[in-house]
T-cell receptor, first 113, second 116 residues
Framework: DQQVKQNSPSLSVQEGRISILNCDYTNSMFDYFLWYKKYPAEGPTFLISISSIKDKNEDGRFTVFLNKSAKHLSLHIVPSQPGDSAVYFCAAGQENTGNQFYFGTGTSLTVIP | DTGVSQDPRHKITKRGQNVTFRCDPISEHNRLYWYRQTLGQGPEFLTYFQNEAQLEKSRLLSDRFSAERPKGSFSTLEIQRTEQGDSAMYLC??????????????FGPGTRLTVT
């Protein structure tokens, strides 16, 4: 039972344009969300997170938007750079436990120079 | 900060053999997690420790799997009587526990297990 879904397995974007990666979740108890980036042969690297008390969190070129009513979050990367090419995973869980996070299947982003 | 390390990076074993993996977390992190990742999937939670206490185990963790974290430092994950379905990347992560906003987990590079 996939509680976190990333329906786009891949995405290609021109350098300098915006990349938008989407994630949907089914469990209304989830109140903390994270995005990770993964390069080949490496473990996932934390990118940005958001708590359900917010609907937006920004860190440099990365912004995460949360729509609780739609159970949807998205990661915006502006401007996209070739070094952003990686697999992006979203993860969701409950903040008061902070233990088990459920990951999506990932979206492979390719930024074309 | 040396990050999370895992050993070995790769392991090839024959079906039926036992294997053990080690994870060294970031030293000040008191939470340690084990995940399994198969091709085309995201990491799947297996178990986690807070200090030396194993607080949660996934139903994915069959009785052939056991994890320990003696003294709340490094952790080991053992798989007994390996099966071909155990072939996967085993990821370890650690995180500090405490105040709001510190739930991000720091992952190691993983141990890739191939069962032949």
């Amino acid at each position: 039972d996939q509680q976190v879904k990333q329906n786009s397995p891949s995405l290609s974007v021109q350098e300098g344009r915006i990349s938008i990666l989407n994630c949907d979740y089914t469990n209304s108890m989830f109140d903390y969300f994270l995005w990770y980036k993964k390069y080949p042969a490496e473990g996932p690297t934390f990118l940005i997170s958001i708590s359900s008390i917010k609907d937006k969190n920004e860190d440099g070129r990365f912004t995460v938007f949360l729509n609780k009513s739609a159970k949807h979050l998205s990661l915006h990367i502006v401007p996209s750079q070739p070094g952003d090419s990686a697999v992006y995973f979203c993860a969701a869980g409950q903040e008061n436990t902070g233990n088990q996070f459920y990951f999506g299947t990932g979206t492979s982003l390719t930024v074309i120079p | 900060d040396t990050g999370v390390s895992q050993d070995p990076r790769h392991k090839i074993t024959k079906r039926g053999q036992n294997v053990t993996f080690r994870c060294d977390p970031i030293s000040e992190h008191n939470r340690l997690y084990w995940y399994r990742q198969t091709l085309g999937q995201g990491p799947e939670f297996l178990t986690y420790f807070q200090n030396e206490a194993q607080l949660e185990k996934s139903r994915l963790l069959s009785d052939r799997f056991s994890a320990e974290r003696p003294k709340g430092s490094f952790s080991t994950l053992e798989i007994q009587r390996t099966e071909q379905g155990d072939s996967a990347m085993y990821l370890c992560a650690s995180s500090p526990f405490g105040h709001r906003g510190t739930y991000e987990q720091y992952f190691g590079p993983g141990t890739r297990l191939t069962v032949t």
